[in-house]
């Protein structure tokens, strides 16, 4: 009856009133509540740790690395920042590798032909050369002579024997060498041959001298006896001026006032000195004049005035060389300053000195 009377006078209360007390009513429900705290969901971080599930993935891996105990103990000490960097490194080192490779091998084939290109004008001009010195280079020559005679160049002089002799030697020589030989003069005294080989061509003149014995001359043109006699005047004409300067000719003294008397000297199995082969006569020492005030002064007008051509074609032991000319004679004058350099040395060469 009581809940009738108190719902009863509850109707009663106006509408809005009702609504009011309604959501009073309803709100202090509520907030005597208890609300359930979130503090127990903080635990759930606890088994989502990533760490224990990569460990097992990085290991293998890793095993054949580990080949000293050591190595395990740093890894598993920290295994969180190891296996970002693992991860990110292969595919970047990938990358690279292909781009470039393809690239460096296209220029060095480029360059390679040009190098091939460069030794082919070097060989071209051997074969050129060589001909030329094989082809005589094998040329005979009669046993006991000597090279150098009255200033001929590529003479040779065997004392003591006949024209004839001489002259069958060297055809029977040359003929067995796969030389040409051919016969274009026999006058009295003078024998000319026309040898040819591998297409190169020369001429072997043979003289007689009674007071000498045989010489012969090979050469591009062949000579005469004129030739020979103009040979030995000019030979004569220029021991005069030589002869004519004030000096010195003994090898002792000479060899003292030279820096490499070696040059000139060679000592045999006996220890005797003899000139090297080449120089013609004794050397000569003129102390008071140098090379060139030599030359200038005294020698080069000398030698214009007998009618030879002087021209200056290299350098030996320190001194200029001239090649002295008359004809088809040829000596080679050379003029070595002293060892004081107030001084020269003249040297008289058949053939030009190496060096």
């Not at 095993?63 to 292969?90: D, F, G, H, M, Y």
């Not at 040409?180 to 003078?190: K, S, Y």
Request: hydrophobic residues 35%.
């Amino acid at each position: 009856m009581l809940q009738l009377q108190s719902w009863s006078r509850f109707l009663r209360v106006p509408a809005p009133a009702r609504l009011l007390l309604l959501s009073l009513g309803f709100h202090g429900i509520l907030l005597s509540l208890p609300i359930p705290s979130p503090e127990p969901k903080l635990p759930d971080p606890g088994p989502e740790t990533v760490g224990v599930r990569e460990l097992p993935r990085e290991q293998p891996p890793e095993q054949p690395k580990v080949v000293q105990p050591r190595n395990t103990a740093s890894i598993s000490s920290k295994p969180q920042a190891s296996p970002p960097r693992l991860l990110a490194s292969p595919p970047q080192s990938v990358l690279p590798i292909p781009a470039p490779s393809p690239q460096p091998p296209t220029p060095t084939v480029k360059a390679s032909p040009k190098a091939t290109i460069s030794p082919a004008p070097s060989v071209t001009p051997s074969p050129s050369t060589s001909v030329p010195v094989s082809a005589f280079a094998d040329f005979p020559h009669v046993s006991g002579v000597q090279s150098g005679c009255e200033g001929l160049g590529n003479c040779w002089q065997a004392e003591g024997m006949r024209l004839t002799s001489v002259s069958r030697n060297l055809q029977e020589s040359l003929e067995a060498q796969r030389y040409e030989v051919q016969l274009v003069n026999d006058d009295a005294g003078i024998r000319v041959y026309e040898l040819s080989k591998r297409g190169e061509k020369r001429y072997l003149s043979l003289f007689s001298t009674p007071e000498r014995g045989t010489l012969y001359v090979l050469a591009a043109q062949p000579l005469t006896s004129e030739n020979l006699q103009q040979a030995m005047q000019a030979k004569t004409k220029l021991s005069t001026i030589l002869n004519d300067l004030t000096s010195v000719e003994q090898p002792q003294v000479i060899r003292e006032n030279l820096s490499r008397p070696e040059l000139f000297w060679a000592t045999n199995s006996t220890q005797t000195l003899n000139l090297n082969p080449g120089i013609t006569g004794d050397l000569l020492l003129v102390s008071a004049s140098t090379p060139k005030r030599l030359f200038d002064e005294t020698l080069a007008p000398s030698l214009q005035a007998q009618g030879f051509s002087v021209s200056e074609i290299k350098n030996y032991a320190n001194g200029p060389v001239y090649e002295v000319k008359q004809g088809v004679f040829t000596r080679y004058l050379n003029l070595v300053p002293t060892r004081n350099g107030q001084g020269t040395v003249v040297v008289l060469w058949s053939n030009l000195p190496n060096g």
